[in-house]
């Protein structure tokens, strides 16, 4: 329901690349909370087995969902077309498309593209445009469609000259580079040298192994100390561009005069060809001719010959034979490409690194600047957009079958990504000075905005709004919290509640928020309008049927109570969200609700309260601490995961009970003595107490979507909680569960983590569970009627224990509004207030007891693998823990016994810390500076921060323009303008002063660094990371180039390395929920071992991906590159091939061409290239990656470990074996220190090194790695195990080798050279074994599918299921192939 980490890329890997699972997963959708299609397979699991809280299920129509999608898909036909001057072509077309789809195509077409103002006739009738195919009569398999020109109006000649600039620009990366329309970079083509034919076919060049050049350069070796910036972004020889035009531009005779009109006269053009002729060019109805003006002289008249066209290529390939020649050969490049190097992404992603650029003229691109592009914005008719009603119809498409949700989730996607991308262009105009304010009398701090139809503010605290909450530092968090708010509550996507469009856009040290306008709320007051909740923080309070209502529906969801509050006449007022949270009706009509920011209830770690003790958990670690503002919300995911962890506990002490219950019942048997009678002499908080400790050491990961109940429980769970009309009763005795979390507390410190085994031990020996979960859920079934009195005793009992607002089921939900300052409650509700305080410091608690240590452990067991900050940001928020934290996390990992085996964990944390202070300072420091200095301002910011140069200056800029008598009358009025130089004072040690401050009163964490070096020298930093961390960080770009940070004469940047400033957006990411099952069903049946069904599903979840999201998105990108795993197990190669290539140039598009995805893409799809014999590419794409690799994060990450054993084994394929050593011996040194010399994976590294030592005839070196290796697996093992056998066979074979070259070299020293040779065998090893290995290390294991093995292998899964089900497992990856069962990987 809820989508849990709704902001973060979407597939970045956080387990193990050792399982297919990791395939699996979309990071940022797992959904916890709905039900799953029901799987349509026999076995009787589900997608998706249960839900926390229950929820209405919205899984409607899903049965048939299957029946309509197969419908959808499989009709498509075929029709012809002809267009003036081609042959006819067949084009596949499905009824669904719209008229306007076939244009889109011709337009694209390499023959055609240069055709936009046509009609297409059937039988000589023209198409409506936004015509559905299947609507039209007489269209059908075979029917002709004709091309016919039509006249032109402005709007359509605009249209297209700016088509023909789009197709003369193509191939040129500049829009990518510099951020606008959705442009990206990708790199991949690069390296596969358009080897990977459409099929994945290779163009054969004579034997492979003749030409491979191997070596890599220099800095890519293991060890290497250099790390260059520039093959950041590979030469791509397709970009030198092909001069068409010199000039295309608009005259300066427009717009014609009114008797020019009436000769049809629409425009007037510019252009100068490349052979330097000018020309002046007239558009008018019936296409383009030439005139005969000139730059000075006006004459419309046309030129002899006039060369009319109706399109303007046809006429400049008449008249410039340059044009002709290379616009032909630029639209045949253009159509080779990958369509995924060329299609718009759906929001936009920026570099932070751009080669220096020529600029050239461009007219579209300087009218666009200046006309704001909102007449003809998208080819909308009529000014500018109604954003809001746009956002708001979309929300109510009816959504009754599929069809009808995947056309509602398309439009609500399309909107939303337009949205953003508006809003940016807005905040950025805003901060540029560039919009005129609403309100121009006031200072500019309290200015607000509106351009677009969307309403921009400033994040400061104007009028001493939050001055009780913590001021400027509040304003500034509050629109990110209102934004969750805004996610929470559009994903919950009640009927009839509606929340505004809302975009976050972070600018030049300044913070905007961009909200869609409510209809009527501009012309009346607030006071007036709000007719739910409160204006001031709770002092006025108002309340309203419908939006209690309303609000009810997203209760349960959002986890949120039903409570009532005092206003100023000290009458209680009923509410069902925080106070803040207000309700204003539109003059539409709709249900507004705004400022969420108190969605999730408030983290009591970082908000003390006078009187209020913490539990001692938190105590220890030094909460609670003072926080810069009184805002900080416990995540969303955090609250899933302590109700999740609630519940396993409800489930526990409702089985102690019932076992006493019965024990008491039977006292004769003679088994209960034993496993009972502690229980029994127990009091109840001991009882508790006992049940506790379990599920503390369980891993609670909310990613997870298994769930704790056997797969045939899952519908009953989803109505676990009371039913919907049963209002929670409010006056349950509170039950005291303080010191609940003692004893599990005390177990979690001493050890870091290992209570997990007690832990499972302990779940197992509780017996009862099942009867206690037949109970609860008969309870929440019936609502407790015609159940024994002792069994609701029970049920009560443990209801009290957990804290569930309800007597009869378990319902836990929080209550918002504790601890906010100025909110008042009535005393009849004291008890309930008790009780939800009490509830809140269990969270937090739960939060430093059990989410933190679960983290740290899976990064212990190489499960979460984060490579870079972002990647680590996200890891911890998918276990509800808040950046805040950092510090606590930090020494958490610093006081772990293993703290060398997650020191990459430490290092990524430290940089992340780092950054993220200087990046709190950076903003402040940005606000002072005036534009004009702005890039000055920057590279001493940078120079300050990473150069080892002690005295950075800065370089005020040597005003270009100044003039002698300084008029400093024009003070411009940008937000905090003026003119200040101030920052140019700073100096690195002041930064990094700040910088360590900064790091202690925000994270409590002591740096105790001066300055860059000893930073980098402390904790093994790079600077060329820490660069990367804080240009993402600040939408920083620079020039791509060398930078010597150590050199101590001069400082590494200078005013001409900052190129850009780009905003960092932040905004809601509206999903395709229908597509999400599919893939979730997809997983669930591939974990089932069920490939050729689960290729199906997720085939299928391709097609609904792609239905709603277009072509390019994250969750489409884990898609492709799950199906190419199966495709690759199930024997496919070529199609693994193509669909990873698509996987790769998606994640480079969508997340960024260095992103750890992006990284994990390029692996994947080596492997499949070496499968597929293109051996020599599969070498470039690892180098790649492990240049990337190098560059994100360094040489010393567990992930190394598995791209050197690629590279090293493809080398040794390739015979270059001293090479192919380096990188292995750097693997097997990597494994040993993250995973222990003990572990499996050490193991199998000495292997790999053994066998090249075979190769190069050195037996004694191969011998003793092998004997490393088999010592492990015998201890690990055991001498039985198959791994152990082949272990020791291979160990026979060397020694025979070994002696035999022995003999050998004794032959030659007794007999010279008429020795009789014995001729040896020296094995140069062979593809298939390579690829063995290769399959081995990447964690595919093949399955030889004999009728009986697979039997074997569903019976195993089925139980492993069950066993995951009652918990044992800890809950992994929702996808998690677990087929390296052959292959003991150490997990």
Request: hydrophobic share 35%.
């Amino acid at each position: 329901m809820v989508s849990k980490t709704d902001d973060i890329p979407a597939s970045v890997p956080n387990c193990n690349p050792v399982h297919l699972a990791r395939e699996g997963e979309i990071a940022n959708s797992k959904d916890t909370s709905k039900t799953a299609l029901t799987d349509p397979c026999a076995c009787g699991h589900r997608g998706d087995s249960a839900v926390m809280n229950g929820i209405d299920g919205s899984a409607d129509a899903e049965d048939a969902n299957e029946q309509e999608v197969i419908v959808i898909q499989d009709t498509g036909f075929t029709v012809k077309i002809q267009a003036p001057g081609t042959e006819p072509f067949d084009l596949q077309v499905s009824p669904q498309e719209m008229v306007q789809e076939i244009h889109q195509v011709l337009m694209d077409r390499e023959d055609t593209c240069h055709r936009t103002c046509f009609s297409l006739q059937l039988d000589g009738n023209v198409l409506d445009n936004f015509a559905e195919l299947k609507s039209i009569e007489g269209l059908q398999e075979g029917s002709l469609l004709k091309v016919v020109e039509e006249p032109y109006t402005v709007r359509e000649a605009r249209i297209h000259v700016r088509h023909i600039r789009d197709l003369l620009k193509s191939l040129d990366p500049s829009d990518a580079y510099n951020g606008v329309d959705c442009n990206s970079l990708s790199f991949l083509s690069v390296f596969t040298d358009g080897d990977l034919g459409d099929t994945g076919k290779r163009k054969k060049k004579g034997n492979e192994l003749e030409q491979i050049d191997c070596t890599p350069p220099e800095h890519i070796l293991p060890g290497s100390k250099e790390h260059p910036l520039v093959p950041l972004q590979p030469q791509n020889k397709d970009w030198k561009p092909m001069q068409c035009l010199k000039v295309l531009t608009m005259s300066g005779w427009n717009p014609p005069p009114g008797n020019r009109k009436m000769h049809g006269d629409l425009m007037y053009l510019y252009i100068v060809t490349v052979e330097d002729r000018h020309v002046s060019i007239t558009a008018s109805t019936r296409g383009f001719y030439l005139n005969q003006s000139t730059t000075y002289t006006f004459n419309p008249k046309p030129a002899n010959p006039s060369f009319l066209s109706h399109s303007l290529v046809e006429l400049l390939s008449q008249i410039s034979a340059a044009f002709k020649k290379n616009f032909t050969a630029l639209q045949k490049k253009r159509v080779q490409r990958h369509p995924f190097e060329r299609i718009a992404t759906p929001f936009q992603v920026y570099s932070w690194t751009a080669p220096q650029s020529d600029h050239a003229m461009d007219c579209v691109r300087a009218e666009d600047a200046y006309t704001s592009r909102l007449g003809y914005e998208e080819h909308i008719p009529g000014q500018t957009r109604d954003w809001n009603e746009e956002l708001q119809t979309t929300r109510e498409l009816s959504r009754k079958n599929l069809p009808e949700r995947l056309l509602r989730e398309r439009a609500i996607f399309k909107v939303h990504s337009d949205f953003a991308a508006a809003a940016t262009r807005g905040a950025m105009a805003v901060i540029d000075g560039n919009v005129m304010a609403i309100n121009p009398g006031e200072e500019t701090r309290m200015q607000m905005f509106i351009w677009n139809n969307i309403f921009f503010s400033l994040g400061f605290d104007v009028r001493d709004h939050y001055r009780e909450l913590g001021g400027d530092a509040a304003a500034h968090a509050a629109p990110t919290n209102d934004l969750n708010g805004v996610r929470a509550y559009s994903a919950v996507d009640v009927e009839g509640l509606y929340t505004l469009g809302t975009v976050v856009v972070d600018y030049r040290g300044y913070r905007v928020t961009a909200q869609s306008i409510i209809p009527g709320i501009l012309e009346r007051e607030q006071e007036q309008s709000v007719i739910y909740g409160s204006i001031d923080f709770g002092k006025t309070v108002v309340s309203h049927p419908k939006y209690l209502e309303l609000l009810e529906k997203t209760s349960r969801p959002l986890k949120v109570q039903h409570h009532a509050v005092l206003n100023e006449k000290d009458t209680a007022v009923e509410l069902c969200s925080s106070v803040e949270c207000k309700g204003i009706i539109g003059n539409d009509g709709r249900h507004y609700i705004l400022d969420l920011l108190r969605t999730f209830p408030p983290d009591l770690n970082f908000l003390p309260v006078e009187g209020e003790e913490l539990a001692p958990e938190s105590q220890k670690l030094g909460f609670p601490r003072q926080h810069r503002h009184r805002l900080a919300c416990l995540r969303q995911e955090l609250i899933e995961a302590f109700v999740e962890h609630r519940y396993l506990l409800f489930m526990k002490m409702a089985a102690l009970q019932l076992m006493q219950q019965k024990a008491n019942k039977d006292k004769t048997a003679a088994l209960h003595d034993t496993s009972t009678a502690d229980a029994e002499s127990e009091s109840k908080p001991q009882a508790l107490e006992a049940s506790e400790k379990v599920p503390d050491g369980m891993p609670t990961s909310p990613t997870s979507s298994e769930s704790t109940l056997t797969p045939d429980d899952s519908e009953a769970t989803s109505e676990k909680s009371a039913p919907e009309n049963q209002e929670a009763p409010a006056d349950l005795k509170s039950a005291n569960t303080n010191g609940t979390h003692e004893s599990s507390a005390a177990e979690k410190q001493n050890g870091g983590c290992d209570s997990l085994l007690k832990g499972k031990e302990a779940d197992e020996n509780i017996p009862g569970l099942a009867q206690a979960k037949e109970l609860a859920e008969s309870l929440a079934a019936e609502d407790g009627s015609g159940i024994d009195p002792k069994s609701r005793e029970v049920v009560l009992n443990a209801c009290k224990a957990v804290g569930s607002i309800s007597n009869t089921s378990f319902d836990i939900r929080f209550n918002p509004d504790i601890f906010s300052p100025g909110v008042h409650f009535p005393d009849d509700s004291t008890d309930d207030i008790q009780k939800q305080k009490q509830l809140l410091k269990d969270t937090a608690a739960f939060l430093v007891s059990c989410q933190i240590p679960s983290f740290v452990k899976d990064c212990l067991d190489h499960s979460s693998l984060p490579m870079d900050g972002a990647t680590m940001t996200e890891a911890l928020h998918q276990r509800g823990i808040n950046v805040r934290y950092l510090g606590t996390v930090l020494e958490f990992v610093d006081n772990m016994p293993a703290k060398a085996q997650i020191e990459h964990i430490y290092r990524i944390g430290i940089s992340e810390l780092i950054t993220r202070c200087a990046k709190h300072i950076f903003k402040t420091y940005l606000q002072g500076v005036e534009l004009s200095a702005l890039s000055a301002a920057v590279s001493h910011f940078l120079n300050c921060l990473l150069s080892s140069f002690p005295d950075a200056v800065a370089h005020l800029p040597a005003d270009e323009l100044v003039s002698r008598r300084k008029s400093r009358k024009r003070r411009n009025r940008v937000p905090g303008g003026g003119d200040n130089t101030t920052w140019a004072s700073l100096t690195p040690s002041e930064l990094w002063k700040n910088i360590n401050s900064e790091a202690q009163s925000y994270y409590h964490f002591s740096l105790q660094c001066e300055s860059v070096d000893q930073a980098v020298e402390k904790y093994g930093l790079q600077k060329i990371t820490l660069l990367r961390e804080i240009s993402l960080k600040t939408g920083v770009q620079i020039l791509i180039k060398e930078y010597n940070f150590d050199s101590r004469h001069k400082p590494a940047f200078t005013e001409e390395d900052i190129l850009n400033i780009f905003p960092v957006v932040k905004h809601v990411n509206p999903k395709a929920s229908d597509a999400f099952h599919f893939f979730q069903s997809g997983q669930a049946k591939v974990q089932q071992g069920f490939l050729k069904e689960g290729c199906e599903l997720i085939n299928e979840a391709l097609n609904l991906f792609n239905n709603v999201y277009g072509a390019m998105h994250v969750e489409i990108c884990a898609c492709l590159r799950l199906l190419a795993r199966l495709n690759y197990i199930m024997g496919d190669h070529p199609e693994a091939l193509s669909n990873q290539q698509k996987a790769v140039l998606m994640s480079e598009r969508v997340l960024g061409i260095e992103h750890p995805n992006t990284i994990q893409e390029y692996m994947h799809l080596a492997l499949y290239c070496f499968a597929n014999g293109h051996l020599s590419t599969a070498l470039k794409l690892l180098y790649r990656a492990r240049y990337l690799m190098l560059v994100v994060c360094g040489e010393d990450h567990p992930e190394m470990a598995l791209l050197d054993s690629n590279i090293g084994l493809v080398l040794h394929g390739v015979m270059e074996y001293d090479l192919s050593l380096r990188f292995l011996e750097n693997a097997l040194a990597i494994n040993s220190k993250y995973h222990g010399p003990r572990s499996l994976k050490v193991a199998l590294s000495h292997h790999l090194v053994a066998r090249v030592y075979e190769s190069k005839a050195e037996f004694r070196s191969a011998l003793q790695h092998e004997k490393e290796g088999y010592t492990i697996y015998k201890n690990q093992v055991g001498e039985a195990h198959e791994k152990t056998k082949e272990s020791s066979e291979y160990l026979k074979y060397l020694t025979q080798q070994a002696v035999a070259l022995q003999r050998t070299m004794n032959e030659i020293y007794k007999n010279g050279s008429n020795a009789s040779i014995m001729p040896l065998k020296f094995t140069a090893p062979s593809m298939a074994s390579v690829l063995e290995q290769l399959n081995i290390i990447n964690g595919i294991i093949f399955i030889p599918l004999s009728q009986k093995d697979l039997e074997n292998l569903k019976a195993e899964v089925q139980r492993r299921q069950l066993m995951q089900n009652s918990g044992k497992i800890e809950e992994q990856q929702a996808g998690q192939l677990e087929l390296d069962d052959k292959l003991p990987v150490d997990d």
